[in-house]
């Protein structure tokens, strides 16, 4: 499992605003066909990193924010795919096969 520092702050809001838990997310991530948009299209920083996968626990595609920093991975927040998110990341199957 890839490894991502969760601050508390970060982690609490993501549990109490979407109801996605950290080992969700890092499921997702590990998705072997997540989709990485790199940078995040929405980031005003540019910093951040957009991953679109599979979590098994949940059994939803979940969009997971991440930024990199020095080699490592910071969580930012996770949520339930819309469905443009879906439909992006079902394409991105789809196109690899």
């Known amino acids: 499992m890839t490894a991502i520092e969760w601050d508390s ?17 890092e499921e997702a991530i590990d998705d072997p066909e997540a989709l990485l948009l790199t940078p995040d299209p929405a980031s005003r920083s540019g910093k951040s990193d957009r991953y679109i996968g599979w979590s098994s626990t949940r059994a939803e595609v979940l969009v997971v ?14 949520w339930p795919a819309n469905e443009s998110h879906r439909k992006l990341y079902e394409g991105s199957r789809h196109d690899e096969r």
Not at 9 to 25: I, K, N, S, Y
Not at 65 to 78: D, S
């Open 65 to 78: 924010i991440v930024v990199r920093h020095e080699g490592l991975l910071y969580g930012g927040n996770a």
């Open 9 to 25: 702050r970060a982690a609490a809001h993501m549990w109490r605003r979407h109801g996605v838990t950290q080992t969700e997310a």
